[in-house]
């Protein structure tokens, strides 16, 4: 039975349980047919084609119901729908990735992240040079909206999309991004010592954005405002109660503020600069980014009074097009 399943299925489903959707569009007539095979255990069954409109879905959701229903279904995509674009980025750029890749993403392709499924993997990294090479795979969700919904209406709904890249090797692109667990009541001191964890992770947390520009800064500030009144509300609860505030405001002293920093970077930093990345822990910042001249911002950093003892973190390199260098400094944040 399982040799009368398209190989590209039997890809697709061998390394776990899966339902298996290879969609065909009906020429001229604006419909699609599917068919439908399930794996388990490593072995394949054909359940049968279907055709997506009243009659074949009701026939699938039949045939599913007698077959049973595996957590991972897996839609195979049509030839030509995967985009893939081998990047090279700075190495330091790898613990927040994700995010790096979200926000260039109308810069590296012709699609907002907002109009395409995507996933990446890791194929390089030289720690010599400071860079990191990947592959970034994209599908646009408006070719597959149509078929989407008509799987929908037959009680299907992917989890993920299984393509072919040019090597000839598997991709897969999830679909649902998973649940964050469910918020836990605390007590109140273990609600003060998450706030002083927080004042800590918001020094932590990097900035990936593309460039300084004061829109961008005041953007942050809005997505972080939530997290800064809740700090609020708790440090007026522990002025309340006795000396706890003056506690979290010597240790925000020690600390510094992130936001403050930010700012004097934005100004020593010439406007032909953009920032990928920008983090910070106990005074210590991180710079990653790209800059017409890379040579001249140690100089505008050692030249601020906010920041001393600017180096670079990483290998200066040169962009393709000749126009940008791509640079990686650590600088230490004055009291």
């Given amino acids: ?16 349980d899966a339902l298996l959707i290879e969609p ?17 255990r490593r072995q394949t069954r054909r359940l049968g084609r279907f055709r997506l409109d009243a009659k074949g879905g009701a026939a699938l959701r039949n045939e599913l119901t007698a077959a049973g229903r595996p957590e991972a279904v897996h ?25 790096v890749l979200a926000f260039a993403m109308d810069r590296e392709t012709p699609f907002s992240v907002a109009e395409v499924w995507w996933s990446f993997a890791v194929e390089g990294r030289d720690r010599t040079e400071g860079k990191l090479t990947l592959r970034l795979s994209v599908v646009p969700r408006e070719a597959l909206a149509d078929l989407l919904a008509l799987l929908d209406r037959a009680g299907l709904r992917p989890t993920a999309l299984v393509g072919t890249g040019r090597d000839g090797g598997r991709r ?52 972080l405002k939530p997290q800064v009144e809740m700090a609020e509300a708790l440090r007026r609860r522990i002025d309340g109660s006795g000396s706890g505030g003056d506690l979290l405001a010597a240790e925000a002293e020690r600390l510094g503020d992130p936001l ?17 990345e920008f983090s910070m822990r106990q005074r210590q910042v991180g710079l ?21 003892d600017p180096a670079f973190a990483a290998p ?20």
């Fill in 75 to 99: 839609l195979i995509l049509p030839p030509g729908l995967l985009m893939e674009k081998v990047m090279t980025l700075p190495l330091a750029a790898e613990r927040e990735i994700g995010n």
């Fill in 172 to 223: 897969i692109v999830p679909l649902a991004a998973g649940k964050a667990g469910p918020w836990r009541k605390l007590s109140l001191p273990l609600a003060v010592g998450l706030c002083g964890m927080l004042l800590l992770s918001v020094l932590a947390t990097p900035f990936v954005r593309q460039s300084l520009a004061l829109a961008e800064v005041e953007r942050h500030i809005a997505v």
């Fill in 260 to 276: 403050k920093v930010l700012a004097a970077a934005t100004r020593a930093l010439p406007d032909d600069t953009y920032l990928t």
């Fill in 1 to 16: 039975m399982a040799s009368l399943v398209p190989p590209g299925l039997r890809r697709a489903g061998e390394d776990e």
């Fill in 288 to 308: 990653i980014g790209q800059s017409a001249d890379a040579a001249q911002l140690i100089g505008a950093l050692a030249h601020d009074p906010s920041f001393r």
């Fill in 316 to 335: 200066v390199t040169r962009m393709k097009d000749g126009n940008r260098d791509l640079f990686s400094i650590k600088v230490e944040a004055r009291p």
């Fill in 24 to 40: 065909a569009e009906d020429a001229g007539e604006n419909s699609w047919t599917v068919a439908i095979s399930a794996c388990r």
